[in-house]
Every structure is written in structure tokens, then in C-alpha cells.
């Protein structure tokens, strides 16, 4: 089971900003938290990662309170292409012994005319 | 284009079938992962390779094996498949060892159907 959850549906207009919370009671000490976005048919693509405070790129901002239980993805001024699903990740153990990624159901995000 | 490219893109095929899954990255490098994506479920991590070594495999039945000749191909090998393997399955790379803070580099698909 993935380590995180998120809200598995978010509904928005064009034009607004969209805040994307995922909880992740159980970080590790050394984990980064990431974010991908798959659409439909299409494998995930990675959007941004942080590890504290704030991280922003041309498509989107993180924040991360300090003690990093959750995550909050921001897009702001969001278009009708932003449709899409939206995964937060962090690490966890298999049972095979390996440290990795493990994806949850994400959020599906609709961006509405 | 993330620079992961796979074929076929669709895939029809009976239970008693043999075929393969082509998966080549143009990107250098030395990770690659193979998972499976059914509807309405989180994507299933299946294979993972490193330098062309094996490092994960994550419980999967054997009418799926995996072949990886090099670092940039990666192969899914299916026979006997059943019905509920139909699923898209994504073929992925990332730049070092596997490291799963590394950013993956994921490819369109192949859209499966088994009938």
C-alpha cells in the first residue's frame, strides 16, 4: 500500500488555482516528496520535487510544512489541459527488500470551461 | 516526447499467444522499470533492472518474464496471458541505480487486451 494519501477526485474552473493536499504521516528522514501527472492513455510525468519549505518551478509550486507530514501541489491559473491525474509519492519498503515508489490512486483533477 | 519510446502501442492477443513488449530509452540511462497500469488502479510496480541486472521483481506470475540486453532496451516477454492482464503497461528509466528519489522517465504504453 502507498504511503500517502490524497483526495481521489478535485473539480475546478479554468483560470483558478488548484491546491492539491497529500498526507504522508510516515516519511522517512531523508525522503523527498514528488509529484507526477498522468493523462489519460499516457504514462506519468514528473512535475516537481522538495524536500522542505518551498519549491517552485515554471509549472508548479510544493509546499511543505516543517515537519513534512504532508505536501500541499499548487498549479496556479489552471487550463483545461491540466486534466489530469495527480500522484504524490514518497518512498517506501518492499517486501523484496528494495527502497522505491510506490503510487497511490492519485488525485484526479477536472478542470472545467 | 520524454525520450522512452514503446512498441506496440496496442496489443490484441489470445491466451495461448506469445509476444513481446519493446521498451527503449534514448537518455542514457542506467535504470529501467517495467509496470502495469489497470483500470481504476494504481500503477503496479513489476521489474526493475540496473545496469542490466534484475533488482526487483515484485511478485509476479512467470507467463510475464522480463529481458533486459542492455541498458537501453528492456523487453516484456508474455505467454498464456489470462483475461485480467489486459492493462496498460508503461516502461520507465531513470539516470542511476534504481534510486527511487530519482526522477522517472516514463513511455506512452502498450494498451493490452487479452482475449
Known amino acids: 500500500l502507498a504511503k500517502t494519501t490524497q483526495p481521489i477526485s478535485m473539480d475546478s474552473y479554468e483560470g483558478q488555482e488548484v491546491n492539491i493536499t497529500c498526507s504522508h504521516n510516515n516519511i522517512a528522514t531523508n525522503d523527498y516528496i514528488t509529484w507526477y501527472q498522468q493523462f489519460p492513455s499516457q504514462g506519468p510525468r514528473f512535475i516537481i520535487q522538495g524536500y522542505k519549505t518551498k519549491v517552485t518551478n515554471e509549472v508548479a509550486s510544493l509546499f511543505i510544512p516543517a515537519d513534512r507530514k504532508s505536501s500541499t501541489l499548487s498549479l496556479p491559473r489552471v487550463s483545461l489541459s491540466d486534466t489530469a491525474v495527480y500522484y504524490c509519492?514518497?518512498?517506501?519498503?518492499?517486501?523484496?527488500?528494495?527502497?522505491?515508489?510506490?503510487f497511490g490512486t492519485g488525485t484526479r483533477l477536472k478542470v472545467l470551461a | 516526447e520524454t525520450g522512452v519510446t514503446q512498441t506496440p502501442r496496442h496489443l490484441v492477443m489470445g491466451m495461448t499467444n506469445k509476444k513481446s513488449l519493446k521498451c527503449e530509452q534514448h537518455l542514457g540511462h542506467n535504470a529501467m522499470y517495467w509496470y502495469k497500469q489497470s483500470a481504476k488502479k494504481p500503477l503496479e510496480l513489476m521489474f526493475v533492472y540496473n545496469f542490466k541486472e534484475q533488482t526487483e521483481n515484485n511478485s509476479v506470475p512467470s507467463r510475464f518474464s522480463p529481458e533486459c540486453p542492455n541498458s537501453s532496451h528492456l523487453f516484456l516477454h508474455l505467454h498464456t496471458l489470462q483475461p485480467e492482464d489486459s492493462a496498460l503497461y508503461l516502461c520507465a528509466s531513470s539516470q542511476g541505480e534504481g534510486d527511487h528519489q530519482e526522477t522517472q522517465y516514463f513511455g506512452p504504453g502498450t494498451r493490452l487486451l487479452v482475449l
Open positions: 509519492l514518497v518512498g517506501d519498503w518492499s517486501t523484496s527488500g528494495t527502497y522505491k515508489y510506490i
